[in-house]
């Protein structure tokens, strides 16, 4: 494949995410926009017979592209040729039984250890903080999944020590925490991807660090975008960028119109070296 010499912040985290998904595994994916398009982007390019449910519940559908990305849940192209199309309930029930795999969410913000707010900014009691739409079917997804993948911006005000208001359980207050709580051994948060970086959980303290970087980004630049200080994994390694067939679906078949990799920086190559362009999205 050919590497691509203009893309956008949101395809490089939909491209990271596409090649980390495996064929034999199941998938319960969360909402639309990026999580959603990192399933399909794999469908078409790497793992063609790879099974996914809808946060609301379609199994293993055969999306029928594109399509106007608010229509993604009880819709009838998102949902088209599926195995069966459930609820919530039902993807939370194969999930509860150990058969799904990896979750894959986007989060308003991230801790430390992995808890996933989406629910308010600021003190919840009393309707003093910012109310935003809830977790819907991620509580469930974060809780019974064997593993979730989130996706966020790498932003100072989404990688806190501590989320505002615990909407989907990672690791809660560290080492034990889950299984304290009732929540399946052996289960929890796996990678956070952003454009910037990609994270992942050191296995003795279950806290967050860094494991790889983007080559338009420094490491100091991604701390600088984080509320504390993480631990580092041994070994930083370089992610590699989007490829132009990549992009090709991306912008032919998943997000036509741009409405969700249109945010963000733009990258280019520049004398053999990328870089964040002066111009936002896909402009």
């Known amino acids: 494949m050919t590497p691509a010499t203009h893309f956008a912040e949101r395809e490089h985290l939909i491209c990271t995410t596409a090649r980390m998904i495996e064929e034999n595994k199941s998938y319960w ?12 982007l794999a469908q078409r390019l790497y793992t063609p017979g790879v099974q996914y449910l809808t946060e609301d519940g379609v199994v293993s559908p055969k999306a029928l592209l594109p399509w106007d990305p608010l229509m993604t849940m009880v819709a009838s192209r998102a949902g088209y040729r599926a195995l069966q199309w459930g609820t919530m309930n039902t993807a939370g029930n194969f999930a509860q039984l150990g058969y799904v795999d990896i979750g894959i969410l986007n989060t308003l913000q991230v801790d430390k250890f992995g808890n996933v707010n989406s629910t308010v900014l600021g003190p919840y009691a009393g309707g003093r903080g910012r109310r935003f739409g809830g977790p819907g079917g991620a509580d469930t997804i974060a809780a019974q999944c064997w593993r979730t993948i989130l996706l966020t911006d790498q932003q100072k005000r989404k990688f806190v020590e501590r989320v505002d208001f615990i909407s989907s359980p990672g690791f809660l207050e560290g080492p034990g925490a889950r299984e304290a709580a009732g929540l399946p051994a052996g289960t929890g948060p ?5 454009p910037w970086a990609m994270f ?18 420094t490491v ?27 992009l090709t679906v991306i912008r032919s078949s998943l997000d036509v119109e741009g409405q969700t990799t249109g ?17 936002q999205g896909r402009e």
Do not use: N
């Open 190 to 194: 796996w990678r956070v991807v952003t």
């Open 200 to 217: 992942g959980y050191e296995e003795k303290s279950c806290e967050l660090m860094p494991m790889a970087v983007s080559p338009f980004v």
């Open 220 to 246: 100091d630049m991604v701390l600088a975008e984080m509320s504390f200080t993480p631990k580092m994994a041994p070994q930083l390694k370089t992610l590699d960028p989007p490829t132009e067939e990549e």
């Open 29 to 40: 994916v969360g909402g639309g926009g990026e999580p959603l398009y990192t399933i399909l």
């Open 263 to 279: 945010r963000g920086q733009w990258v280019e190559l520049r004398d053999g070296k990328y870089m964040l362009a002066e111009t």
